[in-house]
């Protein structure tokens, strides 16, 4: 008998969930391949959620509008990848305002760009976190500790690291582009860790 009321519950659940009036709209950003990720945040902060991808970042909530804040490049994408990965949301300088954090080609780069608040135009200042290492199919910026701050989670070829977010980071007059192959050589085993 409890075994037919859970089960009877749980039914219940999923058909309220399948019957719920959901609807999703396609939106294209752009024709252009520009990079390979994309993240969300408030970047005016105007109560609307917006997307950032590649060097643009699209205000909602018609992403209709967008902004570059960082160098433009392209790529073919019958050639190969771009050198924009993964991008993640995080207000770094704690000012109140989201940056944004971009991982290079595997095995390079982790850069943060500094949101200059009040929708000022012109280019996001660069901040090179990680010049080279940061590897993985998949790398993730989720809070590991509990402690309500993301890590940066990522792997080297025979290990693991992590990377808390901090203000002591380097910047950097623009993006940098090593190649695979310089990136490769300059990988390591060590797991390292800082925070403020
Ligand atoms: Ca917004
Ligand atoms: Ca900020
Ligand atoms: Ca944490």
């Known amino acids: ?8 519950l749980v039914l219940g659940a999923t058909c309220q969930c399948l019957s719920a ?21 408030d970047f005016n902060r105007d109560g609307h959620t917006d997307v950032v991808s590649g060097p643009y970042w699209y205000a909602g909530p018609t992403f209709d509008v967008r902004h570059e804040y960082a160098p433009v490049k392209s790529f073919d994408p019958a050639r190969g990848y771009s050198d924009n990965f993964f991008a993640f949301t995080h207000d770094f300088n704690a000012d109140g305002w989201a940056d944004v954090l971009i991982l290079g080609f595997p095995g390079t ?13 012109g ?3 660069r901040h090179l976190v990680i010049d080279k290492g940061v590897d993985n199919e998949s790398p993730t910026f989720t809070d590991l500790t509990g402690d ?3 890590e940066l989670v990522y792997t080297r070829t025979a290990g693991s690291a992590t990377r ?5 980071t380097r910047r950097s007059p623009g993006p940098s582009t090593p190649s ?17």
Not at 1 to 8: F, G, K, N, T, V
Not at 21 to 41: C, M, P
Not at 109 to 121: H, K, M
Not at 180 to 188: E, I, T
């Open 123 to 125: 280019h996001w200042r």
């Open 164 to 168: 808390r977010p901090t203000r002591r």
């Open 1 to 8: 008998m409890r075994l037919r009321l859970i089960c009877a």
């Open 21 to 41: 009036d959901v609807h999703f709209e396609k939106k294209r950003l752009t024709d252009v391949f520009h990079s390979e990720g994309a993240a969300a945040g």
């Open 180 to 196: 695979p192959r310089a990136a490769s050589a300059g990988r390591s085993r060590t797991a390292s860790a800082s925070a403020t």
């Open 148 to 150: 309500g701050k993301p």
């Open 109 to 121: 780069t982790a850069a943060w760009y500094e949101n200059p608040r009040e929708n000022a135009s």
